[in-house]
């Protein structure tokens, strides 16, 4: 099988989704890894290396798409790159197909195979979704680096020092959720000396959660009443709570803000688009804030493309085991075969296999477990 890997082109982008040391496990099984230049320059990588591992190197991202039996990449796909759908093409990457109703259509019109590593599951308790919380923890922990910035008097904040400085008040960061994101960004917040409250609807989770993290975190149930007190004291609110696709509510209402301290802040990691928060909506990096009700919100949806050799080292080691199986049995067989790819199948042959999003986006669908099972 050939497998591509292009340059994404995503505003500020800058993951890759396979590096130097993942080409080998392709090349070694008898597979053709064809990339774009300039592909991994963004996370550090050159195309030298990638080179030296086996890949050949081309010089446009046309020639990487309507050349490959699978495309492998990092984020959704972009209109100027639906050209490039076609039927026979296996796109593997992270689709966000509830929040993106063209890019679905387009997936549907062009009869691909479309899998999305945000809904490939696994059988781990603490790590439902393992390609979200791979990403998870470099979100959260870079959602908190965010705070840190945008808490500064010269870029517009309070002038606030999120840490515990001797002869002031300690700030108060609330985190919402106690998974991977949460764990990320309340390893770096306590750290910094912050009084920490974190909060679950699992006992599980936060029991969990508290013999990982230090004294200085406190646990409570999340509902309507806690969250409110929590809003009122908080300098800092960081949402990773991940919200189910066809829910209507929210946590966090457009009214509460009004309860909220003057210069504190809400950091969405979870970026889902009036989910969890009301008044979220996903940004960029190169225009990461706004405000709504006097309050600053930051809603980057790749935050770890900041990071982008960490996580690209991260996502490339993660993602392999899905996509060899792919490029090594053809994908029908690895879909029979693996219950939890088979979970992020989103489009095959025109028919929309993501349940969620048929549900949010109301759009006829085929669950993929009985779609599958038909093949």
């Known amino acids: 099988m050939k497998i591509g890997v292009v340059k994404e082109i995503k505003n500020s982008e800058n993951r890759v989704a396979m590096i130097p040391g993942t080409v080998g496990p392709f090349i070694r099984a008898g597979h ?7 592909a991994g320059l963004g996370s550090g990588f050159r195309d030298e290396e990638y080179a030296a591992a086996g890949a050949k190197m081309v010089d446009t991202a046309e020639e990487v798409w309507t050349t490959v039996d699978l495309l492998y ?13 076609r039927e026979d093409l296996i796109i593997m990457t992270y689709i966000h197909s509830n929040a993106h109703k063209d890019q679905t259509e387009a997936l549907m ?3 691909c ?9 696994s ?31 010269i870029h517009g904040g309070p002038g606030l020092l999120l840490n515990n400085v001797c002869g002031s008040d300690t700030p108060v960061v609330t985190i919402i959720g ?12 306590s750290s910094f000396g912050n009084t920490v409250k974190m909060m679950d609807i699992s006992f599980d989770a936060m029991e969990r959660a508290k013999t990982m993290l230090p004294s200085n975190v ?8 806690n969250l409110l007190e929590c809003l009122k004291i908080s300098d800092v609110v960081i949402n990773c709570v991940l919200w189910p696709k066809t829910r209507k509510d929210h946590l966090i209402y457009r009214e509460d803000l009004k309860l909220m301290k003057p210069g504190a802040m809400i950091i969405d990691v979870a970026c889902d688009d009036e989910g969890a928060v009301e008044t979220c909506h996903s940004t960029s990096h190169a225009d990461p804030v706004y405000y709504e009700e006097g309050i600053l919100h930051y809603a980057v949806d790749n935050i770890p493309s900041a990071f982008s050799k960490s996580s690209s080292t991260r996502f490339a080691n993660d993602s392999l085991p899905f996509a060899l199986a792919v490029a090594n049995k053809g994908v029908v067989q690895a879909l029979k075969d693996d219950k939890h790819l088979r979970r992020g199948l989103t489009t095959f042959k025109g028919t929309l296999c993501m349940v969620e999003t048929g549900e949010k986006l109301e759009i006829p669908y085929v669950a993929p477990d009985e779609f599958v099972a038909a093949l």
């Open 73 to 85: 990449k990092v984020k959704e796909i972009l209109p100027q790159e639906y050209k490039y759908l």
């Open 178 to 189: 106690c998974g991977y994101t949460g764990m990320g960004a309340a390893e770096l917040a």
């Open 123 to 153: 059988d781990n308790p603490h790590k439902r979704w393992p390609l979200v919380a791979n990403m998870g923890e470099l979100a959260g922990k870079g959602g908190f680096l965010a705070a840190c910035y945008y808490a500064q008097s």
């Open 109 to 111: 019109a062009s009869k």
């Open 113 to 121: 195979v479309s899998i999305a590593f945000e809904d490939v599951s």
């Open 218 to 225: 406190s646990f409570m149930y999340s509902n309507r009443e």
């Open 32 to 38: 053709e890894v064809i990339i774009e230049k300039g």
